[in-house]
């Protein structure tokens, strides 16, 4: 059982450049979600889906698309990127259940230049 | 915004010691979460406490809520070495669909 795969672990981009975070769970949860982790700052949810085919913004959504069309990717792309987008990236997977713990990746720490 | 801060910042103990770090929220909740941080690793589970739940165990954590305050402790008692991570509280709060949403975390060094 792997459970959430994150790919790659480390990236780094010029600014401008787009990329695509790769994200994969294989526990057959519905609902999946992106963070970004930045020193001081906790966790910030950058955009979440409930299911496949719904997807919805959180906290920080700007510059970053998702989209989800099997249960079991999540993928997270960034359009244009900058350098207020270096970060570690965080991909977490539950069940819709509220009262139910989350499963994280082992992040993506990614350089904008 | 986020949800919740916890309290202190940073922590550092001997072996042996207990451990204890507060988290504040700003909302009603459905539930509360603690998770731990290893240096440049993803977050791991610890507990789930929901709201109409005071106090929980699990071995050597643990976890009170105080819904009236809007606070929870994490009370890692006879600490060691392997405990030194990052913890963060998280929380489901009422109406906010079933995100979870994390607090700013406490980095604990326990010392030998």
């Known amino acids: 059982n792997a459970g959430v795969t994150q790919t790659p672990k480390f990236q780094v981009l010029k600014t401008g450049q787009s990329m695509t975070l790769q994200c994969a769970q294989d526990?057959?949860?519905?609902?999946m979600s992106w963070y970004r982790q930045d020193p001081g700052m906790g966790l910030r949810l950058i955009h979440y889906?409930?299911?496949?085919?719904?997807?919805d913004q959180g906290e920080v959504p700007n510059g970053y698309n998702v989209s989800r069309s099997t249960t079991e990717d999540f993928p997270l792309r960034l359009l244009s990127a900058a350098p207020s987008q270096t970060s570690v990236y965080f991909c977490a997977s539950r069940k819709t259940d509220r009262d139910t713990e989350a499963f994280f990746g082992q992040g993506t720490r990614l350089t904008v230049v | 915004s986020q949800q919740g801060e916890e309290d202190p910042q940073a922590l550092s103990i001997q072996e042996g010691e207990n451990a204890t770090m507060n988290c504040s929220y700003k909302t009603s909740i459905n539930n509360l979460q603690w998770y731990r941080q290893n240096s440049g690793r993803g977050l791991v589970h610890l507990i789930l406490?929901?709201?109409?739940?005071r106090e929980k165990h699990s071995g050597r954590l643990r976890v009170t809520l105080d819904t009236s305050k809007k606070s929870s402790s994490l009370l890692i008692t006879a600490s060691r070495a392997a405990d030194t991570a990052s913890y963060f509280c998280a929380t489901v709060f009422t109406g906010g669909g079933n995100k979870l949403t994390f607090g700013t975390g406490t980095q604990l060094k326990v010392e030998l």
């Open positions: 406490i929901r709201s109409n739940e």
């Open positions: 889906s409930v299911g496949a085919g719904i997807t």
């Open positions: 526990m057959n949860h519905e609902y």
